[in-house]
C-alpha cells in the first residue's frame, strides 16, 4: 500500500460518508436560513412566541409553597433555630431552606425578619428563665451560670445583634462601606 493512501473499505465508508454529508447539508442550511428569518421577523414586530415548559427537568419538585413558608417563618419568629425546625417531619432540609433563600428575594426578607424576632424572643425567654430561677431559690451564681451560657450562645447565633460592641462596631462598617 502507497504512503498516503487509506485502505480500500476504509476509502468507500469515506466516500459514502461525504456524499450523505453533501445532500445533508443544503437542507440543514436551509432549514437554518428559514429559522433565522422567521425569528427576525417575529423579533421586528415585537412579538415572540413564549417558551415552552421543559419537559426534561431532572429531580423532585420543589415543596416550596406559601404554606411551607408560612410555617417556617412563624417557627422562626418562635424563635426555633433553623436546624432543630429542619428536624421535625414535614420540614425540608436547611440546606434546601438556603437554597429557597437565595432563589427568592421576598422569602429571604421575611426569613430575616422572623429570624430576629425569634433572637428578641429567646432573649426574653432568658431573661424570665433567670428570673423563675431566682425566685425559686437557686443562687445569684446559679442564674448567673444560667444567664452568661445563653447570653453567649445567642452572642454566636447574632453577633450583630447580641455580641460584643467590637461584633456592632464591625458591622456597622461593613455597613457604611457597602452603602
Do not use: K, Y
Not at 473499505?9 to 440543514?28: G, N, V
Not at 426555633?80 to 421576598?106: F, H, K, Q, Y
Not at 426574653?124 to 425566685?135: G, K, T
Not at 445563653?150 to 462596631?169: I, N, T
Request: aromatic share 6%; charged share 35%.
Amino acid at each position: 500500500m502507497a504512503a498516503g493512501r487509506l485502505p480500500r473499505p476504509l476509502t468507500a465508508a469515506a466516500a459514502d460518508w461525504l456524499e450523505r454529508l453533501s445532500r445533508h447539508l443544503p437542507r440543514a442550511r436551509e432549514a437554518r436560513a428559514r429559522t433565522l428569518a422567521e425569528t427576525e421577523a417575529d423579533q421586528g414586530q415585537g412579538w415572540h412566541e413564549p417558551p415552552r415548559p421543559r419537559r426534561d427537568l431532572i429531580g423532585r419538585p420543589s415543596s416550596f409553597s406559601p404554606e411551607m413558608e408560612a410555617r417556617i417563618v412563624d417557627r422562626l419568629a418562635d424563635g426555633v433555630p433553623l436546624a432543630r425546625m429542619c428536624r421535625e417531619p414535614g420540614m425540608p432540609d436547611p440546606e434546601t431552606v438556603r437554597r429557597w433563600r437565595r432563589s427568592n428575594p421576598s422569602f429571604d426578607a421575611l426569613f430575616h425578619v422572623a429570624q430576629v424576632e425569634g433572637w428578641r424572643e429567646l432573649a426574653q425567654r432568658v431573661v424570665e428563665d433567670v428570673e423563675a430561677a431566682l425566685a425559686a431559690g437557686a443562687s445569684v451564681e446559679r442564674a448567673r451560670l444560667m444567664f452568661d451560657a445563653r447570653r453567649w450562645l445567642l452572642a454566636r447565633q447574632a453577633p450583630e445583634f447580641f455580641g460584643s460592641g467590637r461584633a456592632r462596631r464591625r458591622r456597622q462598617r461593613e455597613m457604611d462601606r457597602s452603602a
